[in-house]
């Protein structure tokens, strides 16, 4: 009898372990197989099965582990990721929650998505007839590609970008869905702009902006347009404004007034420190040089009529 009992009842859980899993559990601080499995009522040949590839000897925080079976999911509609992309991106562009599209999707690993890569977003419980003929997708959604990304430096914080960028806490949120703040990666790339732009001016103490304006050859209206809810009358030291959203062609309406060949050992810190301009004035003047490679001998200019 006792034989009879134990063959009936494997035979359940193996009918589901093989199954998408019907929910999950983030491993926390002090947890163990032991107090998750009897938190969620699983036998421990239960949530063996649920989780083959677990070492209960080497639990990580934030780990996943199942804690329920599902029905089998079978694909009906896919989209292939592109540039830009993020599972966040793609399933609230469909409508999915965290949930529903990791069932989809057993095993993806959201931070080592690849171009092309095809990701389900429709599925069903009913493998479908090997006859029916294959549905159309519809084109999905164009998901957000950021248009200016900068490297996160050393000091820096979700709140200090946004701040230097004129960007509110819900915005900086929603173009960077897949940035922690609580654990900033020096180096990494942080979108700061939904629009883009071609040159950013840092403000130093005593600007203005009709200074500014007038510097990179803008009107007031141009300048407060290309930075939504800038307050010229309180500008803060250290904003990165945007003053030329255009394509580096404008830059030709400007003349050069001075150019100097670049030597063994110039930055264009060094060169605008010279010649007293700043550095976004050297890259807005010189928009086809790459300020972190500089070559020797080039020839770029360090002033324009208008900033005479």
């Given amino acids: 009898l006792i034989l009879l009992s134990c063959s009936v009842f494997d035979a359940a859980v193996v009918a589901t372990a093989g199954n998408p899993c019907g929910e999950w559990k983030k491993v926390e601080s002090g947890s163990t197989c032991y107090s998750i499995r009897t938190a969620n009522s699983l036998s421990e040949a239960q949530f063996s099965l649920l989780n083959t590839t677990i070492n209960c000897d080497a639990l990580q925080v934030g780990q996943k582990l199942c804690v329920a079976g599902a029905e089998k999911l079978y694909c009906e509609d896919h989209v292939s990721v592109s540039a830009g992309d993020s599972c966040w991106l793609i399933r609230t562009a469909h409508g999915m929650d965290e949930r529903q599209f990791m069932e989809m999707n057993e095993g993806l690993e959201c931070d080592q998505l690849s171009i092309g890569q095809k990701l389900c977003i429709r599925a069903s419980p009913e493998q479908p007839a090997s006859t029916t003929a294959p549905v159309e997708s519809s084109p999905a959604p164009p998901v957000f590609s950021c248009p200016e990304t900068v490297s996160i430096q050393s000091g820096d914080t979700c709140y200090s970008l946004s701040q230097r960028y004129g960007l509110n806490e ?70 990165r404004l945007c003053v030329w959203r255009t394509s580096p062609a404008a830059v030709s309406k400007l003349s050069c007034a001075a150019n100097i060949r670049v030597k063994e050992g110039d930055t264009c810190w060094s060169v605008s420190v010279a010649h007293g301009v700043s550095v976004d004035e050297i890259r807005m003047l010189n928009p086809s040089v790459d300020c972190d490679r500089l070559q020797i001998d080039v020839e770029i200019c360090v002033k324009a009529e208008e900033m005479q």
Avoid: M
């Fill in 170 to 239: 819900t915005e900086f949120d929603e173009i960077n869905a897949d940035i922690n703040c609580d654990s900033l990666e020096v180096g990494t790339s942080i979108c700061v702009s939904r629009e883009g732009c071609h040159l950013r001016y840092e403000t130093r103490s005593g600007d203005s902006c009709h200074r500014i304006a007038v510097a990179f050859k803008i009107s007031l209206d141009e300048l407060r347009a290309a930075n939504e809810g800038v307050d010229c009358d309180r500008l803060e030291v250290g904003r």
